[in-house]
C-alpha cells in the first residue's frame, strides 16, 4: 500500500469515527429535546390548573392575571439586568450571581433574590 493510500484509509476512519460521534450526539440531544418538551407540556398543563383556581377560587379575573405577568416580567428583567462591581475584583458581574463569576467573592448584594432566579 502506497503512503498516500494509507493516508486515505486513515482519513477515512477518522470521518467515519467523527460521523459516529456526531450521530451519537444527535441521538442524545434529540433525547434530551424530547425530555424538555415533556416537562414542558407537563408544566403548562399544571400552569393552566392553577391559573383557572386562582381565577375562580380566589375570585382574581384575566386581567388581573396578565397585569400580574407584564409585573413579573418587568421585575426579573430589573433584577437580571443590574450589575454588581464586586468588592474584591471590581469587576462587573449579574447581580443575579450569589458569587462574583471572576474571583468566586460572594456578592455583598442581597436585593436581587427571587426563587426563580438561577
Ligand atoms: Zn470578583
Not at 467515519?16 to 450526539?25: G, H, L, P, V
Not at 407540556?41 to 383557572?52: D, R
Not at 397585569?67 to 416580567?73: D, F, H, P, S, W
Amino acid at each position: 500500500m502506497s503512503d498516500e493510500n494509507r493516508r486515505d484509509t486513515a482519513q477515512d476512519l477518522e470521518s467515519r469515527r467523527i460521523a459516529r460521534n456526531s450521530s451519537r450526539q444527535a441521538e442524545t440531544n434529540n433525547a434530551r429535546i424530547e425530555e424538555l418538551e415533556r416537562k414542558l407540556g407537563k408544566l403548562s398543563l399544571i400552569t393552566e390548573a392553577l391559573w383557572e383556581i386562582v381565577a375562580s377560587e380566589a375570585n382574581y379575573g384575566e386581567p388581573e392575571l396578565l397585569q400580574k405577568i407584564e409585573m413579573v416580567v418587568s421585575d426579573r428583567e430589573q433584577r437580571l439586568g443590574k450589575k454588581l462591581s464586586c468588592s474584591r475584583c471590581n469587576m462587573l458581574v449579574a447581580a443575579s450571581k450569589e458569587k462574583c463569576i471572576y474571583c468566586g467573592a460572594a456578592l455583598a448584594d442581597k436585593t436581587r433574590s427571587s426563587p426563580f432566579d438561577e
